[in-house]
T-cell receptor, first 115, second 114 residues
Framework: EPEVTQTPSHQVTQMGQEVILRCVPI?????FYWYRQILGQKVEFLVS????????KSEIFDDQFSVERPDGSNFTLKIRSTKLEDSAMYFC?????????????FGAGTRLSVL | DAKTTQPPSMDCAEGRAANLPCNHS???????VYWYRQIHSQGPQYIIH???NNETNEMASLIITEDRKSSTLILPHATLRDTAVYYC???????????????FGKGTKLSVIP
């Protein structure tokens, strides 16, 4: 069964450093998402991406964040200068297309630890 | 998106049916009910969704009341691996060009007990 793949599973970084979280969405999917979950809190939407551009972003997704689909398979989330409060699980999700299903499939996540 | 209300936690004996309720009294006519679950800190996993008819798949059944103001997710024979947080999410299905991101609440923590 096709799945969303995220790497690395755990990323440790120093405050102020840049990190790139990587995702390989399901191959025939067209809509891509990043969510995050701070330990013990809800899963929160960060950004959605379609047709090589951001379609929507939340208040969390400030200028420190950026997304990119550098080739036909990868979808990345970059945090330019990490802060302690960026420590969280980051989940990538993808969805095939418009329609009545709107089923998003999630990856296993990347745990980001900012020290 | 309509707001949902779920109990914070439930227990279920292994092998028995787990019935997880969700209230969504402000649901509008074009909004679907989606259920996801999250096992430990893994990514959310899609379970099932429906509009107004009851639905069944290999994982679960979804019962939606006639007025659509509440629904119940049924896991027919719960196993220890079904221990997870279950999220009920109500939103439009996404036939337009919008983002249609999911809004997660706190969900119900289901503990399946041996």
């Amino acid at each position: 069964e096709p799945e969303v793949t995220q790497t690395p599973s755990h990323q440790v970084t120093q405050m102020g450093q840049e990190v790139i979280l990587r995702c390989v969405p399901i191959s025939n999917h067209l809509y891509f998402y990043w969510y995050r979950q701070i330990l013990g809190q809800k899963v929160e939407f960060l950004v959605s991406f379609y047709n090589n551009e951001i379609s929507e972003k939340s208040e969390i997704f400030d200028d420190q964040f950026s997304v990119e689909r550098p080739d036909g398979s990868n979808f990345t989330l970059k945090i330019r200068s990490t802060k302690l409060e960026d420590s969280a699980m980051y989940f990538c999700a993808s969805r095939r297309d418009r329609g009545t299903k709107n089923i998003q499939y999630f990856g296993a996540g990347t745990r980001l630890s900012v020290l | 998106d309509a707001k949902t209300t779920q109990p914070p936690s439930m227990d279920c004996a292994e092998g028995r049916a787990a019935n997880l309720p969700c209230n969504h009294s402000t649901i509008s006519g074009n909004e679907y009910v989606y259920w996801y679950r999250q096992i430990h800190s893994q990514g959310p996993q899609y379970i099932i969704h429906g509009l107004k008819n009851n639905e069944t798949n290999e994982m679960a059944s979804l019962i939606i009341t006639e007025d659509r103001k509440s629904s119940t997710l049924i896991l027919p024979h719960a196993t220890l691996r079904d221990t997870a947080v279950y999220y009920c999410i109500v939103r439009v299905a996404g036939s337009g060009a919008g983002s249609y991101q999911l809004t997660f609440g706190k969900g119900t923590k289901l503990s399946v007990i041996p």
